[in-house]
C-alpha cells in the first residue's frame, strides 16, 4: 500500500541537501509553539521568532532556546545576559512573520504597532497579546551545531492570556486546538 510518503530511513550526512530537506520535514511533523525572543542593549529592543523553547527545569525554574550562531540577537542577549521570552497567541500569525523577517527595521522601530512592555527583571519587551512571558537571566549557554542553546533562569513569569497558543507544524503557522477549561497538573 503506498502512502505517499518518503518512508525510506534516511542518515544524515552534514554535506547531504537531500537529507537536510528530508529531516526538516521529519521535525516539522513535531508541532511547536511560537515565541518571540526579546532583549535590550544600549536601550535598543531587539527580537526574533523562535520555535525552539522549552522549560528545562522546575527547581530552579528554567527555560532554554536555540537561536542559530549567525542570529544577531544570539550575539545581543550575551552581551546583555537577559532576555524575555514571549508565548505568541493564535491570532499573532503577523507578529511571528513580522520578527522572523531579517528585513523589518531594527530597534525601537521594528516593534512600532505592537503592544508591549518592558519585563521588570531584564527590561526586555514582552508583547501583551501573548499568552505567556517568561523573563530571565542567561545562566547558560550550549553549542549544538549550527545553534547555540541558552538556558534562561527565570527570574519572573505570567499568563497573559487565556487564548489558545501559536503553533509551527508541517511549515504552517496553525492555531492551538481548542483548550478545556478543566486543566489538570502532570508530572
Do not use: K, Y
Not at 26 to 44: K, M, N, S, Y
Not at 62 to 80: F, W
Not at 117 to 123: K, Y
Amino acid at each position: 500500500m503506498s502512502t505517499g510518503l518518503d518512508t525510506a530511513p534516511r542518515a544524515a550526512a552534514p554535506s547531504d541537501e537531500a537529507a537536510r530537506r528530508s529531516f526538516r520535514r521529519a521535525a516539522g511533523r513535531f508541532p511547536t509553539g511560537v515565541t518571540v525572543i526579546t532583549t535590550v542593549l544600549d536601550g535598543e529592543p531587539h527580537g526574533t521568532t523562535v520555535n525552539a523553547f522549552a522549560t528545562a527545569s522546575m527547581d530552579p525554574l528554567m527555560i532554554l532556546v536555540a537561536l542559530g550562531r549567525r542570529s544577531r540577537l544570539r550575539e545581543q542577549i550575551l552581551r546583555s545576559g537577559r532576555f524575555a521570552a514571549t508565548v505568541l497567541a493564535a491570532h499573532q500569525e503577523r507578529d511571528a512573520r513580522w520578527f522572523a523577517d531579517s528585513a523589518r527595521p531594527a530597534g525601537a522601530e521594528g516593534f512600532a504597532g505592537r503592544p508591549w512592555r518592558p519585563a521588570a527583571h531584564s527590561g526586555a519587551p514582552v508583547l501583551l497579546d501573548g499568552v505567556a512571558s517568561f523573563d530571565c537571566s542567561l545562566a547558560a549557554t550550549c553549542p549544538a551545531g549550527d545553534h547555540t542553546v541558552l538556558i534562561g533562569r527565570v527570574e519572573a513569569f505570567e499568563e497573559l492570556s487565556q487564548e489558545p497558543a501559536l503553533l509551527f507544524s508541517d511549515s504552517r503557522l496553525v492555531a492551538c486546538p481548542a483548550q478545556t477549561p478543566d486543566r489538570t497538573e502532570t508530572a
